[in-house]
């Protein structure tokens, strides 16, 4: 019998498996789906930080993981032998005017402040070029902390490593030992059968794969977009968020976006589509990843929640999971626990 039983094979379920393993347990992972079949399947990758003010343990996590980052996907990749796509390359964004050039200015401070010196926030100016957005103050706020990575591709990496140790994704079988549910939306929507109010719900997305090759330059973050320069010579926008949907194909919301992005960055404007994507994001009622014990189930456990930030999260949520339900350790933050969102 496995050490631990992980139902869900997205970003969550996968990394934390991978942890587990690399502490010396025994896993099973169930999913009858397969491998990243939901929102996990995606293109976009944008491994972005929240704004360096404001601060609370959500920023704080998130802050951990990224600095994570590099290390989990490197190791991923040499067990496996498949590559996530993963890069630090940075961000750039267009500052849109004088009150907002007054803020980047004061996030550089704050955040040599609270990233603790391990990573930058900056002003450079707006020189132009083939990659580099309008911005109407000609100046560009860069981060250093930003990364991304190709999220289908990330999966990929997960099951070869897990496979190296002899790990499989399953589409069924008997549970062993503790059993972590990392399902996504159809988890939120088991929980919202028995919980007093919702405890979360999915919002669909839409993403777009242009065939542009900018690999190794930063991401950029334009008219509210996610532009994305992928290790394989492909570009990814994205996305919309639809709270309310009545089908789940990729429609004409898609086609606006890609026009944003080809107006935001003319290098993109003659790039074919070579792929459209819709998927629905499991977004928990506090916005912060659900962590911990599911009440009233002994021996159960939850991972799910990770709307937008799964894959920035995945690498210190597997670390946490890994230690509670392995070690009885729980350094879940205030805000993320199970009973944060009933």
């Given amino acids: 019998m496995p050490d631990i039983t992980i139902r869900g094979a ?16 025994t896993v099973r992972i169930i999913d009858p789906n397969g491998p990243a079949a939901g929102a996990s399947g995606g293109i976009v990758g944008a491994l972005a930080p929240h704004v360096p003010e404001n601060w609370n343990p959500k920023k704080q996590f998130q802050l951990e993981s990224l600095l994570m980052a590099d290390s989990f996907w490197r190791g991923v990749s040499d067990a496996g032998g498949r590559h996530s796509g993963y ?4 961000r750039l964004q267009p500052v849109a005017d004088s009150r907002a050039l007054a803020l980047a200015q004061a996030r550089i401070e704050t955040a040599r402040d609270l990233w603790q010196g391990q990573a930058e926030w900056a002003l450079r100016p707006a020189s132009g070029g083939p990659w580099a957005p309008d911005s109407p103050t000609g ?51 088991d929980l919202n059968k028995t919980a007093p109010r919702p405890m979360g719900a999915g919002v669909k997305g839409q993403a777009a794969l242009l065939q542009y090759d900018m690999a190794g330059a930063p991401q950029l973050y334009a008219e509210g977009l996610h532009i994305i320069p992928h290790a394989d010579g492909t570009t990814a926008i994205g996305s919309t968020s639809e709270n309310q949907y009545d089908h789940l ?5 898609l086609d606006n976006i890609i026009a944003r992005a080809r107006a935001a960055v003319p290098a993109l404007e003659y790039a074919p589509v070579i792929q459209r994507w819709a998927g629905v994001r499991p977004r928990a009622r506090s916005r912060a990843p659900m962590l911990g014990a599911w009440p009233d189930r002994p021996h159960h456990f939850i991972a ?36 944060a969102s009933q």
């Fill in 87 to 90: 890069i630090r390359s940075g």
């Fill in 10 to 25: 997205g970003i969550f379920g996968l990394a934390t498996a991978w942890v587990c393993a690399q502490k010396g347990a």
């Fill in 304 to 339: 799910n929640g990770g709307f937008k930030i799964g894959f920035g999260m995945a690498p210190k949520v597997a670390e946490t999971m890994a230690a509670l339900i392995l070690e009885s350790d729980n350094t879940i933050p205030t805000g993320f626990e199970v009973q």
């Fill in 139 to 189: 100046q560009l706020i860069f981060d250093n902390l930003s990364a991304h990575l190709h999220p289908a591709q990330a999966c990929a990496a997960l099951v070869a490593a897990l496979d190296s140790r002899g790990i499989s994704v399953e589409t069924d079988g008997p549970e062993g030992g503790p059993t972590l549910w990392a399902t996504g939306i159809a988890g939120l929507q």
């Fill in 249 to 253: 194909q990729p429609d004409d919301q």
